[in-house]
Nanobody
Framework: QVQLVESGGGLVQTGGSLRLSCAVSGSIFSINTMGWYRQAPGKQRELVAAITSGGSTNYADSVKGRFTISRDNAKNTVYLQMNSLKPEDTAVYYC???????????????WGKGTLVTVSS
C-alpha cells in the first residue's frame, strides 16, 4: 500500500503565500513523477505542476513565475511553494505520485485526499 498525505493548505489573502507538502509512505520501490493538481468548484481537476525524479519541472501557464515545485527524494516528499496567490487559485489541491510498489514491476498513479487552499480578495 502507498499513501500520500498533504498538508499546508489554509486561508490566505490575495498576494500571500502558502507552502504545500505531500509525504509518500508505504511499500514503495520507486517514485517517478510527482505532481500537484487542483480542482476548483464546478471545474475539472487540472495539473498545476509536476517534477520528475531527475528534477525536471512542468507548470501550468497560470502559475508560472508564482509557484515552485520541489521534491526531497530522501524523504519521499514533494512541495509546492505558492507565492502571489490570487482568488482564482482557490481550490482543493491534490498530490499525485507515479510510484512502483514493492512486489510489482509497474508504476501506478496514487493520490492524496486533498488540501483546501482559499485565497480571499
Amino acid at each position: 500500500q502507498v499513501q500520500l498525505v498533504e498538508s499546508g493548505g489554509g486561508l490566505v489573502q490575495t498576494g500571500g503565500s502558502l507552502r504545500l507538502s505531500c509525504a509518500v509512505s508505504g511499500s514503495i520501490f520507486s517514485i517517478n513523477t510527482m505532481g500537484w493538481y487542483r480542482q476548483a468548484p464546478g471545474k475539472q481537476r487540472e495539473l498545476v505542476a509536476a517534477i520528475t525524479s531527475g528534477g525536471s519541472t512542468n507548470y501550468a501557464d497560470s502559475v508560472k513565475g508564482r509557484f515552485t515545485i520541489s521534491r526531497d527524494n530522501a524523504k519521499n516528499t514533494v512541495y509546492l511553494q505558492m507565492n502571489s496567490l490570487k482568488p482564482e487559485d482557490t481550490a482543493v489541491y491534490y498530490c499525485n505520485a507515479d510510484a512502483t510498489a514493492w512486489g510489482t514491476n509497474y508504476g501506478m498513479d496514487y493520490w492524496g485526499k486533498g488540501t483546501l487552499v482559499t485565497v480571499s480578495s
